[in-house]
């Protein structure tokens, strides 16, 4: 009984840490978005105004863009971790549905054996 309940139970933490991992995904995702669609906006302005821009606003535009790049990179890390964890957890999951499964049919496979006879 026992083991049944803390086999729920980390089964139930896996489900929740996976949600609170999705969810941040979905948001890390609107934020790529966001950051992709003011980037294509930015280079179209870009092509429209660099003949008649100076030294210095191209440098400024150089820095924007640079400065958009980064934060990008920064939210493709944050949705590579979330993956990674993500697939963690998965693997964990799995782990554990497995031992379950040759708990289970070992004792189904020995019915006269006890966890107390192997201690």
């Known amino acids: 009984m026992e083991l049944s309940y803390r086999r729920k139970q980390a089964l139930e933490e896996i489900v929740q840490k996976r949600a609170e991992l999705a969810a ?3 948001e890390l ?3 790529a978005a966001a950051v992709n669609a003011e980037s294509i906006a930015m280079m179209e302005k870009f092509d429209r105004m660099k003949d008649n821009m100076g030294v210095i606003e191209l440098d ?3 820095e924007m863009y640079s400065e958009m ?3 990008r990179d920064e939210i493709m890390a944050s949705v590579k971790h979330h993956k990674i964890e993500m ?5 964990q999951c799995n782990d554990y549905l497995e031992e ?3 708990q289970d049919e070992d004792s189904v496979a020995a019915p006269g054996d006890s966890a107390e006879d192997e201690e």
């Not at 697939?87 to 693997?91: P, Q, V």
């Open 24 to 26: 941040q995904n979905e």
């Open 29 to 31: 995702d609107a934020q």
């Open 60 to 62: 400024m535009w150089r």
């Open 69 to 71: 790049d980064i934060k």
């Open 87 to 91: 697939n963690r957890l998965l693997a």
């Open 100 to 102: 379950w499964k040759k």
